[in-house]
């Protein structure tokens, strides 16, 4: 199911938030864990990582996640959130930097820069940043979505 797929109170949801947990299957089943920053780019599901983590590894061996999208602009309504079985792919190669300036402008809602390690990065120092540390996007084919939003 793509994003346009999924009903317009949901869409809505995951166009205002962009912090989410990501569970992943270790090889023996039990779930792992990780706190993401995900968005919706080009009409998709998107967060960034790189090679080396865990959940990269754990997506390499069994594409299936689950993210569970939440509420942190609004602490007095905290029992909002959104749940998304999924179906993650990969994507790697030489447009990835691009991609990843792209998605972090939109998660930041920067058009001309992104923040990086809370400093702020034009777009050729962000681009070989992304380059050095081997960055992956993940993209999120939703099989079931659920929750209260």
């Not at 947990?21 to 009409?43: F, K, P």
């Not at 034009?122 to 070989?128: L, S």
Request: a negative charge; aromatic letters at 8%; proline letters at 3%.
């Amino acid at each position: 199911m793509q994003f346009s797929e999924l009903d317009e109170k949901a869409r809505a949801f995951l166009e205002r938030n962009h912090a989410a947990a990501m569970i992943t299957l270790r090889r023996d089943g039990t779930s792992h864990t990780a706190r993401v920053a995900i968005a919706v780019e080009g009409g998709k599901i998107r967060s960034s990582s790189n090679e080396s983590r865990l959940r990269t590894k754990n997506l390499r061996r069994d594409p299936r996640a689950t993210l569970f999208v939440f509420d942190t602009t609004d602490l007095t309504n905290a029992a909002q959130w959104l749940a998304l079985e999924c179906r993650v792919s990969i994507i790697e190669g030489p447009t990835v930097p691009d991609e990843t300036l792209r998605l972090f402008r939109v998660m930041q809602d920067r058009p001309d820069t992104v923040v990086w390690a809370g400093e702020e990065k034009d777009n050729d120092t962000f681009r070989q940043m992304m380059v050095d540390d081997h960055r992956i996007l993940y993209e999120f084919d939703v099989l079931r979505a659920y929750g209260t939003y």
